[in-house]
């Protein structure tokens, strides 16, 4: 062979050998994304579900062959419920140049790192983080939980005009103030649209050993005929716990923030029979559902709660994205040109904004079990 094209053939060879190298370490480096939530103390339950959500979203995702062949994985930060931690945690993912942070699961927290997700290229996709502070912004967050000011208002619509209550108590936790101050002022708003009707609330901040009996005693000199409960699931039991035991049969009512199995296990027959919100159907017998619960049940012992489901639908919106994005354009813009996507029980649309509406029911806990009110769904 002339020299000349021995040299051509080895050439020709390591570059091809390059390029083969170049493809095969590019399809084995995984995809790192971020999850930012409190997995740590009174907020933590919500957390875990959510992280828990995302762990069963990226297993089927990477059994799908990854993302373009690359498989995913995640970096999983607790902000603590604290907004210190909170911006630490963020920062360190947005060091890490994540494509996008599933996160926060509070409202609070997410109001608290936004203005530095918005600062960079990465996408935030919150599950949970349902204020109406955020609405119609736009910005680098989306999320696939209905704004709250929409389940706030259901509530009150039920409780005027079909259990015909006039008189409302609302004890709401300060330290998730994003959600539940925006609970509270679109609660009364509707509530006290007739003539007649009034609201008195009493605000708290969530912390260990935090005296509750001083608030229900207060709250019930007003003599209110319902107790509106916007807080966290360990401070709403033991708030309803407080309610029984100085014998005031008032009625319990609880938003969706509270509606984990946390509730039940740690309240027992104090909240039996409370009303409360829920953004997903536990009996559901959607297929995707299904398989979901299946899936979560094996790993966790435990069944799903609305945080997962929630974390699990972002994830899964936010794996499509990034593997439809172009080098054009933004992962929001790539979802957002989708705009609507399958979830496990109902179709997600986001509007130009981000922000999403779903499904929002009343139920009540029965038997140590979360029961539709078929008639409010």
Not at 72 to 87: N, P
Request: some cysteine; charged content about 20%; glycine content about 8%.
């Amino acid at each position: 062979m002339p020299r000349k094209s021995a040299v051509f053939a080895i050439v020709f060879l390591v570059a091809l050998i390059g390029a083969w190298i170049y493809r095969v370490s590019n399809q084995q480096a995984p995809l790192t994304i971020g999850f930012v939530a409190g997995l740590t103390g009174r907020y933590a339950d919500l957390g875990v579900d959510c992280r828990r959500g995302v762990e069963i979203a990226l297993e089927q995702q990477n059994r799908q062959g990854g993302i373009n062949g690359r498989p995913v994985d995640m970096i999983a930060l607790d902000d603590g419920q604290d907004k210190q931690r909170a911006l630490a945690a963020v920062s360190s993912l947005l060091e890490r140049r994540v494509p996008v942070i599933i996160g926060h699961a509070t409202s609070s927290m997410s109001m608290a790192t936004l203005p530095l997700v918005n600062q960079s290229e990465t996408l935030m996709i919150a599950p949970t983080s349902s204020t109406p502070l955020l609405k119609d912004i736009d910005d680098n967050f989306l999320r696939t939980c209905s704004v709250s000011s929409v389940s706030a208002a259901m509530m009150a619509r039920y409780l005027r005009t079909e259990k015909a209550y006039r008189h409302a108590g609302v004890i709401y936790d300060l330290g998730n103030k994003a959600y539940s101050e925006a609970w509270y002022g679109s609660f009364k708003d509707t509530f006290v649209e007739d003539e007649g009707r009034s609201v008195t609330a009493l605000p708290f901040t969530s912390m260990e050993n935090a005296r509750l009996l001083p608030l229900v005693e207060q709250m019930r000199t007003n003599k209110v005929d319902v107790l509106l409960l916007v807080a966290n699931s360990v401070d709403a039991a033991m708030i309803c716990q407080q309610v029984r035991k100085i014998g005031w049969e008032v009625t319990l009512a609880i938003a969706d923030w509270a509606a984990t199995e946390q509730l039940i296990d740690l309240g027992g027959k104090a909240v039996e029979g409370v009303i409360i919100q829920q953004t997903f159907n536990r009996k559901s017998t959607a297929p995707a559902y299904l398989e979901f619960k299946n899936r979560f049940l094996e790993l966790y012992k435990a069944e799903p709660g609305f945080g997962a489901l929630h974390a699990y639908d972002a994830t899964m919106i936010a794996m499509w994205g990034l593997g439809q994005k172009s080098k054009t354009e933004s992962l929001k813009e790539t979802i957002l040109r989708k705009a609507d996507f399958k979830g496990l029980q109902y179709d997600i649309h986001l509007n130009r904004y981000g922000d999403s509406y779903h499904a929002t029911y009343l139920g009540r806990v029965s038997d140590g079990q979360f029961v539709l009110l078929g008639e409010y769904q």
